[in-house]
């Protein structure tokens, strides 16, 4: 099969499409048959050494999410068979021809989605329903907060929390991705470039906050969180761009009752993510299915061009999803 290898860490350029063998499968696995691959940020750590595969994972072939057609099924497998058109989360490997998925997180193409648009679902949707729903505990009528609004989580989270009934804000760095995420269906949408997002999350929610914060951003964006959660708020990081490092002052989580809490998806147990897969399938598809939930395809590069795949989602200026087709 054709793969895009890691062949060293590094720039882009390190990516190369080469032959790699058709992986193998356990008795619980099915192998696709991959039509498309999505890009996700941390494909990009690990081309550049900075976030290693858990084990099991293929070490050198990049890619957490893939659609295509089921080609095989080992012999424990009791819900899928050859022929059924998936979209999968993997730990890895998901840059090539053929990638071999657990059954529990394979989920049926939803509606009348394309391969591609199949394909721009698992990773950022399992994150978000993971982080926002299960860890955040965001219900009712509570708020949600989103940085990075026009980024694929950011476009799945302002989707699955305002289908479901809630207000949704968001940061993003152009007024052009302002008007997108808003026209989307966030609420308001703030240029972190321009304005202060504590204090304008401060105007519009009369000094109360919102309820959940989804952070990828970390670093010095954390007091501002801080300020613009609401009494017994969350605060889930799932990445931290700004850097690891921060100074908070920890009176404020006392005085609120806050709750800092974060995760890690690609290293989980497979159970979890199935658990994450049939929460999906139960409440998120059927909105996808009536079209009240869409994915958001910025641009598609053949395998060949995996490199400059890697260049536009690290240069930030994309507004949905990146895939790559094979």
Not at 52 to 78: C, K, R
Request: glycine residues 10%; hydrophobic residues 40%.
């Amino acid at each position: 099969m054709k793969a895009i290898v890691i062949t060293q860490p590094g720039v882009p350029e390190v990516l190369q499409l080469t032959e790699r063998p058709i992986p193998a499968y356990s008795l619980k696995e099915v192998l696709v048959k991959v039509h498309v691959a999505g890009v996700n940020r941390p494909d990009i750590y690990q081309r550049k050494g900075n976030y290693p595969p858990p084990q099991g994972a293929p070490q050198d072939i990049p890619g957490l999410e893939i659609a295509g057609i089921i080609e095989e099924v080992g012999s424990e497998v009791t819900r899928w068979k050859v022929g059924d058109k998936v979209c999968a989360l993997v730990a890895g490997g998901g840059y090539a021809e053929y990638c071999n998925v657990p059954e529990g997180q394979c989920l049926p193409i939803p509606g009348n989605l394309t391969f591609e648009e199949a394909a721009a679902l698992p990773e950022t949707f399992f994150t978000v329903w993971s982080n926002v729903f299960d860890r955040g505990q965001l219900k009712n009528s509570e708020t949600l907060l989103v940085h990075g609004g026009s980024s694929g989580i950011g476009v799945a989270a302002i989707q699955m929390a305002t289908a479901l009934g809630h207000k949704v804000y968001v940061t993003a760095g152009t007024n052009e991705k302002c008007s997108f995420c808003e026209e989307l269906g966030a609420e308001q949408a703030i240029n972190y470039k321009t304005k202060n997002f504590a204090e304008v999350i401060r105007q519009i929610t009369n000094g109360k906050g919102v309820d959940v914060i989804l952070d990828m951003i970390g670093g010095d964006y954390t007091t501002g969180n801080l300020k613009s959660l609401a009494d017994e708020g969350r605060l889930v990081l799932i990445n931290t761009m700004n850097g690891k490092d921060v100074q908070v002052d920890l009176s404020v989580v006392m005085r609120k009752r806050l709750t800092i809490t974060g995760s890690m998806l690609r290293s989980r147990e497979i159970e979890f993510k199935a658990a994450i897969a049939q929460h999906l399938e139960k409440i998120i598809w059927p909105l996808i299915a009536f079209g009240k939930i869409k994915p958001v395809i910025y641009k598609a590069f053949p395998a060949s061009e995996a490199p400059e795949a890697h260049k536009l989602m690290e240069s930030s200026e994309h507004i949905g999803k990146i895939i790559i087709t094979f």
